[in-house]
């Protein structure tokens, strides 16, 4: 099973901007997708951001021209810079490795970063 380590979660005023980071134990190039997922305190684990093994990306509506998402095959990682923060986007963050080309069912995750943006 792959190990996510994720980094960069803090506290910030609204408008502001933090960089998450994901550290995987082995070649991100492994899998179909990597992505980045939330989870506020009441609701439901939801996507933020995807990357694919091709480099195509996925955001959320909520997130949409606020965050990006990159990824780096050499240093298997994957980032998340998170600008015009909202206190709407405060919640745990989790680093996500999804699916294989022999596993498809394949799903790992982080322990998860907490994030709080104040108004």
């Known amino acids: 099973q792959v190990q996510l380590v994720e980094s960069g979660g803090g506290s910030v005023q609204a408008g502001g901007s933090l960089r998450l980071s994901c550290a995987a134990s082995e070649s991100i190039f492994n899998f179909n997708a990597m992505g980045w997922y939330r989870q506020a305190p009441g609701k439901e684990r939801e996507m933020v951001a995807l990357t694919t093994r091709g480099g195509g990306t996925n955001y959320a509506d909520s997130v949409k021209g606020r965050f990006t998402i990159s990824r780096n095959n050499a240093e298997n990682t994957v980032t998340l810079q998170m600008n015009s923060l909202k206190p709407e986007d405060t919640a745990v963050y989790y680093c996500?490795?999804?699916?294989?080309?022999?596993?498809?069912?394949?799903?790992?995750w982080g322990q998860g970063t907490q994030v709080t943006v104040s108004s």
């Open positions: 996500n490795a999804n699916g294989t080309p022999y596993n498809f069912r394949y799903n790992a």
